[in-house]
Nanobody
Framework: QVQLVESGGGSVQAGGSLRLSCVVSGYTYSSYSMAWFRQAPGKERQGVAAIDSYGRTTYADSVKGRFTISQDNAKNTLYLQMSTLKPEDTAMYYC??????????????????WGQGTQVTVSS
């Protein structure tokens, strides 16, 4: 059973940085996509960034140039480095994985497995 555990959220002032981590366990497949999503209160969950098993990446326009997604296969960990944070980045951040799908997609309907989330709060 695939399990995802996020960490690294917190409170930061606008312009600051945070790095989120997502430790993955329960699978060793070579073909997959992983992604970060976020959901602010009263809003739909939206894709932030995704990476596949080939190392290809996809970013939402709102975070391009500020966020970087990466993975460390030796540590079974997905990262999201967030820089130049803005108050509108405030949300619960979730990592997700889908097996045997590459691209990678940034459509939440493509991802069946999710972590519990980590809160990011950016103050102005």
């Amino acid at each position: 059973q695939v399990q995802l555990v996020e960490s690294g959220g917190g409170s930061v002032q606008a312009g600051g940085s945070l790095r989120l981590s997502c430790v993955v366990s329960g699978y060793t497949y070579s073909s997959y996509s992983m992604a970060w999503f976020r959901q602010a209160p009263g809003k739909e969950r939206q894709g932030v960034a995704a990476i596949d098993s080939y190392g290809r990446t996809t970013y939402a326009d709102s975070v391009k140039g500020r966020f970087t997604i990466s993975q460390d296969n030796a540590k079974n960990t997905l990262y999201l480095q967030m820089s130049t944070l803005k108050p509108e980045d405030t949300a619960m951040y979730y990592c997700a994985v889908v097996l045997f799908v590459v691209g990678p997609p940034l459509d939440r309907s493509r991802f069946p497995t999710w972590g519990q989330g980590t809160q990011v709060t950016v103050s102005s």
